[in-house]
C-alpha cells in the first residue's frame, strides 16, 4: 500500500515516524524548513538510513505523506496547503497532530477525502500504539486501508473517533496530573512505589514523566485542559522543568496509601468511563491502550467492569473533587 514516503517536519516526532516506516522497507524522505533542524537529523546516528530535503517539492512522487510540524493551526493549514498542491490525486495525506480536530485541518486539502489523522506516540518509532482518525470528510477504505498497513507494521492500530487529544492521552493524562497533584501529601518516590505495588501499573507515574519528558508531558496535558472538567492540568506538574529526583521511599504511611490509591485509581477510571461513554474507540482498543501502551495491569475498561457502580462513582467523585 506504502512504498515511497515523506514526513514533514524533521522534529522528535517527524524523525521517529521516519524511522518506523524505514523500518518497514519504505523508501522515507524527510523534509524540514529548518536547515539547522535538518543538519540535525541528519547527523544522528539512528537516521542514518533517511533521506532529507528542505525542498518540500520533493515530495510530488510520495503515496503516503505525513505531516509532523509544531502544533499550530495556522501553521499546519499552511503546510498542508502546499501538500496537497504538490502531490498526486492518489497520494494519502496525514496529519500526526496531537489536539486538533483532523476536521478542521482537512479544510486546507484539495481533496479531503484523502486526508485522515495518524496519531504516532512518542517515541514514534518504539511506541506500539497508532491512532488513526477518519475525519468526517475522510474516504473510510483510506483510514481502513492504513490501519491494516500499521498492524502488519508492528504497530497496534487504534480507530479513533475526530476528537481533540484522541484517546491515548485522554486515557493518560488525568492519572498523570493526580500524581503530580498526590505531591501535596507523598513524595514522588512514595507516590511511584504506591503506583506499582498496589494500582498495578509497571512504572510509577513519576518515572514514566521522567522517560517521556517534563516540557513534553506538561504540553500534552496543557492540551488535554481543552475537554474541561477531569481534564485539568496539574500545576505542579507545569511548574517542574527538570526531571523529578525521585527518592527511595520509607515506611508506607497506610492513610496516604489509602488517598493516593483512591485518588489515582479514580484518574484512571474516569477517563476510561468517558471514552467510553461516548464511543471515541472501542472497548477492546481502550484495553489495548491501557494494557500494551500503558503498562497497567488491569485496564480501565477493565476497571470499570469489576468494580460496583457505588464504588466507581466514589472513585470518579474523589478525584473530580481533587482536580477542582
Ligand atoms: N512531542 C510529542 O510527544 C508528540 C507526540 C505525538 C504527537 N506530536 C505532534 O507531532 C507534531 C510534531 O511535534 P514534535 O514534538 O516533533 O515537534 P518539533 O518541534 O520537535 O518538530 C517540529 C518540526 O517542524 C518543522 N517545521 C515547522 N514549520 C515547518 C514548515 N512550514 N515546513 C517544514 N517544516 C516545518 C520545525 O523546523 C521542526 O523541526 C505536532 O503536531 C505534535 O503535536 C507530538
Known amino acids: 500500500m506504502i512504498s515511497k514516503a515523506a514526513v514533514v517536519g524533521a522534529g522528535l516526532m517527524g524523525t521517529g515516524i521516519a524511522r518506523h516506516l524505514s523500518s518497514q522497507h519504505i523508501d522515507v524522505l524527510v523534509i524540514d524548513a529548518s536547515l539547522e533542524q535538518l543538519e540535525k537529523a541528519r547527523g544522528m546516528e539512528e537516521n542514518k538510513d533517511l533521506s532529507f530535503s528542505n525542498e518540500l517539492k520533493a515530495i510530488s512522487d510520495r503515496d503516503f505523506v505525513i505531516e509532523a510540524v509544531f502544533e499550530d493551526l495556522d501553521v499546519k493549514l499552511d503546510v498542508l496547503k502546499a501538500i496537497s498542491h504538490i502531490v498526486g490525486e492518489d497520494c494519502i495525506v496525514a496529519s500526526n497532530t496531537s489536539s486538533l480536530l483532523i476536521k478542521d485541518l482537512a479544510q486546507s486539502i484539495e481533496s479531503p477525502n484523502r486526508f485522515i489523522g495518524v496519531h504516532y506516540n512518542n517515541p514514534a518509532d518504539m511506541n506500539p500504539v497508532v491512532e488513526i482518525i477518519a475525519s468526517e470528510l475522510s474516504d473510510i477504505s483510506i483510514a481502513e486501508g492504513v490501519h491494516q498497513w500499521m498492524n502488519q507494521a508492528n504497530k497496534l492500530a487504534i480507530r479513533c473517533a475526530d476528537t481533540p487529544c484522541f484517546v491515548l492521552n485522554r486515557q493518560s493524562l488525568p492519572y498523570i496530573n493526580e500524581a503530580a497533584r498526590c505531591l501535596k501529601i507523598a513524595t514522588p518516590g512514595e507516590i511511584d512505589k504506591i503506583a506499582t505495588t498496589k494500582l498495578g501499573v509497571g512504572l ?4 514514566v514523566m521522567n522517560l517521556v519528558g517534563l516540557p513534553v508531558m506538561a504540553a500534552a496535558s496543557r492540551h488535554l485542559a481543552v475537554l474541561g472538567e477531569g481534564y485539568a492540568s496539574a500545576e505542579q506538574l507545569q511548574a517542574q522543568q527538570e526531571p523529578w529526583e525521585i527518592d527511595e521511599p520509607g515506611e508506607a504511611n497506610k492513610e496516604v496509601t489509602s488517598e493516593v490509591v483512591r485518588r489515582l485509581r479514580g484518574a484512571m477510571i474516569f477517563p476510561g468511563k468517558d471514552i467510553l461513554d461516548q464511543n471515541l474507540c472501542s472497548r477492546d482498543d481502550l484495553h489495548e491502550i491501557c ?27 474523589i478525584y473530580l473533587n481533587s482536580c477542582r
Request: proline content about 6%; glycine content about 6%.
Open 204 to 207: 510509577g507515574p513519576f518515572a
Open 291 to 317: 494494557v500494551q501502551a500503558l503498562g497497567y495491569e488491569k485496564s480501565s475498561a477493565e476497571w470499570l467492569e469489576i468494580l460496583t457502580p457505588t464504588v466507581k462513582d466514589e472513585l470518579i467523585s
